[in-house]
């Protein structure tokens, strides 16, 4: 769905509100080509280097949603980020570069590399979306604030109808830019915050189950 942008009305709370064409609730049952795309979701992720994290059932979670995706033949994007640093673990050719076992790609679910935090740069995920006329996504994985964030934002700006499914991401704990450390599942409210209803809809799993006749075990 081709999203209509003004930046002509203001919410009440002062806010422009740029995609009045933003969907406000999450379809059901939802349409038969609607893509569920997950970021990242590699074993690099699990270095305790990262400190404590939110959302422990996100793993689950997002099985869950493979799982329904998978048994309704609806199309899946898996996207693994291949990072050029020299001291990152999601390099190529380390462990923590393969994906995560809750999340495994099967033959013939489509894999993409990306090389930055959205998984519209530098990729054909665009291309191979806008050839397949599928307008709707589902987006999880990791992180919350960083390559979700990234991503869902340039899907909104796209035009894309995008439902983020918050209890399929999750983040660490951070400082601010005062130095002050921000426990995770502050972070991840935020990060939430500043999507919802402006470049998608912040949904949960088990509500896109329920859109899909799944349910959420």
Known sequence: MAARRTAARSGGSGRTLYNQGMPRR?????????????????????????????????????????HAWRDSQR???HIRHDSTEPASHYRPGQPGNEFKPEAQPLP????????????????????????ARQSLLVIAGVLTNNCVEATVRMAG???FETFLVE???????????????????EVH?????????????????????????????
């Open 189 to 217: 409210a935020m990060s939430l915050a500043n999507l919802d209803g402006e470049y998608c809809v912040v949904t949960r799993t088990a509500d896109v189950l329920r859109a899909l006749g799944a349910s959420c075990k």
């Open 26 to 66: 999450l379809p059901s049952p939802l349409p038969q080509d609607a893509a569920l795309i997950v970021i990242d979701f590699q074993k690099a992720i699990d270095h305790p280097s990262w400190g404590r994290r939110n959302n422990l059932d996100a793993e689950r979670n997002v099985a869950a949603l493979l």
């Open 75 to 77: 199309p899946v994007y």
């Open 108 to 131: 013939g679910e489509a894999v993409i590399a990306k090389r930055t935090n959205s998984a519209f740069i530098g990729t054909n995920l665009e291309a191979r979306l806008r050839a």
């Open 157 to 159: 700006n796209l035009g």
């Open 167 to 185: 209890d399929g991401c999750f983040t660490f704990a951070r400082k601010d830019w005062t130095g002050k450390l921000r426990p995770a599942a």
